[in-house]
C-alpha cells in the first residue's frame, strides 16, 4: 500500500534499544514494491517519491543500513528517459533525507525493470548523482535469472570483478540470498526455498562464501515452508552452507 508507516520518536527509541540488546548486527529496510521511479506518469512519480522518502527517513531514524529500491520500470518507454527519471526521483528523495543509504538492487532481467544488468546500475548510480550514499544490493537469485553464471566459485569472482570494475564494491551494501525457480537466464524473478531451486546448495555455497562479501548483511527472502517466509531453518540452511562454502575454499 502507499499509506506510509505512522512511526514516532517513542517507536525509534524502542527499536534502537532492541538493536542494541540483540545478536542482530544490521538492519535494512526494503522500499515500497510499488514504487516506481521511472515512471512517465506523474502521480506515480509524486506518490513514489513521498513514499522513497519516507523510507529513508525512517532509516536515518533507526539507523538503517540503508533501504533497498527496485528503481522503477520502463512500462514499455524508453530507455534512456526512463533512467534520467529515476535519477532525478532519487537524488530528490536523497536530498530529503540526511544519513541512510539508498541500495538499488539488481532485478532478474525482465523486460521493462531497470537494473537488470551491471552496466544499469552503474547507469542509475550515475543518473542519480554518484553521491556516497547510493549503493547496491545483489540478489543471487536475480543474477541467476538475468543471465549471470554465479554458481561456482570461479564464475562468481568473474561477476564480482564486473561489480567492481563499473559500480565499485564500496558501494555493495547488501545481499538477498535466495534460490531461484527458475533457470540461468530466464528473466523471471521467482525465488525458491534454499537449495531446492536452480542456483542448488553448490551455487549458494558459493555466494555465501565469496571472500569479497565478508561483513555483508545478507537478508533471506524465500517463500519458506509454508510460504510465508523464511523461517529459522532457512537461517540455519544459510549459516550451514556458508560454512560449508568457506570449508571448500580451504
Not at 533501504?67 to 536523497?94: D, F, M, N, Q, T
Not at 561483513?215 to 517466509?229: F, N
Request: aromatic share 4%; with cysteine; net charge neutral.
Amino acid at each position: 500500500m502507499w499509506r506510509p508507516t505512522a512511526y514516532g520518536p517513542e517507536d525509534f527509541e524502542a527499536f534502537r534499544e532492541a538493536m542494541d540488546s540483540s545478536s542482530l548486527e544490521a538492519v535494512v529496510i526494503h522500499a515500497v514494491y510499488l514504487i516506481n521511479c521511472a515512471s512517465k506518469e506523474r502521480e506515480v512519480r509524486r506518490k513514489s517519491l513521498i513514499s522513497l522518502k519516507h523510507a529513508l527517513r525512517i532509516g536515518d531514524a533507526i539507523g538503517a543500513g540503508g533501504v533497498v529500491l527496485h528503481a522503477g520500470a520502463r512500462k514499455g518507454e524508453p530507455h534512456g528517459p526512463s533512467v534520467k527519471r529515476a535519477g532525478k526521483a532519487i537524488r530528490e528523495a536523497l536530498d530529503g533525507s540526511e544519513r541512510c543509504p539508498l541500495l538499488l538492487e539488481n532485478t532478474a532481467g525482465t523486460q521493462g525493470p531497470l537494473g537488470r544488468n551491471v552496466d544499469e546500475l552503474a547507469e542509475l548510480i550515475d543518473a542519480a548523482g554518484a553521491g556516497k550514499r547510493l549503493g547496491a544490493c545483489l540478489d543471487c537469485c536475480h543474477l541467476l535469472a538475468s543471465g549471470f553464471e554465479i554458481r561456482s566459485p570461479e564464475s562468481l569472482a568473474g561477476v564480482v570483478d564486473e561489480v567492481d570494475a563499473k559500480v565499485g564494491l564500496a558501494r555493495l551494501r547488501c545481499l538477498h540470498v535466495n534460490d531461484s525457480k527458475v533457470p540461468l537466464g530466464s528473466n523471471r524473478d521467482h525465488h525458491a526455498n534454499l537449495g531446492d531451486g536452480e542456483l542448488g546448495r553448490k551455487g549458494l555455497r558459493a555466494f555465501l562464501s565469496e571472500p569479497r562479501f565478508e561483513e555483508l548483511p545478507a537478508l533471506i527472502e524465500t517463500p519458506g515452508p509454508d510460504g510465508h517466509g523464511p523461517d529459522r531453518k532457512e537461517v540455519r540452511t544459510a549459516k550451514r552452507l556458508r560454512k560449508e562454502g568457506l570449508a571448500r575454499r580451504g
